[in-house]
Antibody
Framework: QVQLQESGPGLVKPSETLSLICAVS?????????WGWIRQPPGRGLEWIGT???????FYNPSLKSRLTISADTSKNQFSLRLSSVTAADTAVYYC???????????????WGQGTPVTVSS | VLTQSPATLSLSPGERATLSCRAS??????VAWYQQKPGQPPRLLIY???NRATGIPARFSGSGSGTEFTLTISSLEAEDFAVYYC??????????FGGGTKVEIK
């Protein structure tokens, strides 16, 4: 069974850097699929942040690209997110999830972590 | 850009729900649908417009192509009252989601 678990600080000060890790179990992140970050501000909809692919390509949301770094530690089967210069607008629940983009495959975010809430406040 | 309508749908258990997702340009069939309940992550229902994900009941169906997509719940059950999102993967990055439709009990 594929499982994803986000971890990181729940409170970050404005202008500082948010760092989150997604630990994956039950499936190797280098075996296939894409591994993405999605966030959801309180009471609002979903926003895709970025994706790490099994072939180690990285895709960023252009709206966040200048502040964003996504990387992976394949030895630990986990991937991470770093978002710099945070403001209150970055307050959200942050999810990690698996997805695909290939004909004949399950092309959606099919496994999700439970989400970790992050508040940006001094 | 994906636009979902209506924003809120008020229905009774047993009724049919029809949710719409409109794309600003053709995304072929590359649309997925998700259900989200409070305090939970989204759950994948439908991918590539009409394919049910594993374990999804047959009362959920998806249709459409190009710019117009529909999620239909044939007969609402108590556990179906939730928020539903569509998402496209034709043009990415970025992957984008619609704004959501809330299905509430009338």
């Amino acid at each position: 069974q594929v499982q994803l678990q986000e971890s990181g600080p729940g409170l970050v000060k404005p202008s500082e850097t948010l760092s989150l890790i997604c630990a994956v179990s039950g499936y190797s992140i280098t075996s296939g699929h894409f591994w993405g970050w999605i966030r959801q501000p309180p009471g609002r909809g979903l926003e895709w942040i970025g994706t790490f692919s099994h072939s180690e390509n990285i895709f960023y949301n252009p709206s966040l690209k200048s502040r964003l770094t996504i990387s992976a530690d394949t030895s630990k089967n986990q991937f991470s997110l770093r978002l710099s210069s945070v403001t209150a607008a970055d307050t959200a629940v942050y999810y990690c999830a698996r997805h695909w983009d290939k004909p004949g495959m399950v092309n959606g975010f099919d496994y999700w972590g439970q989400g970790t809430p992050v508040t940006v406040s001094s | 850009v994906l636009t979902q309508s209506p924003a809120t749908l008020s229905l009774s258990p047993g009724e049919r729900a029809t949710l719409s997702c409109r794309a600003s340009q053709s995304v072929d069939i590359y649309v997925a649908w998700y259900q989200q309940k409070p305090g939970q992550p989204p759950r994948l229902l439908i991918y590539d417009a009409s394919n049910r994900a594993t374990g999804i009941p047959a009362r959920f169906s998806g249709s459409g192509s190009g710019t117009e997509f529909t999620l239909t719940i044939s007969s609402l059950e108590a556990e179906d009252f939730a928020v539903y999102y569509c998402q496209q993967r034709k043009y990415w990055p970025p992957l984008t989601f619609g704004g959501g439709t809330k299905v509430e009990i009338k």
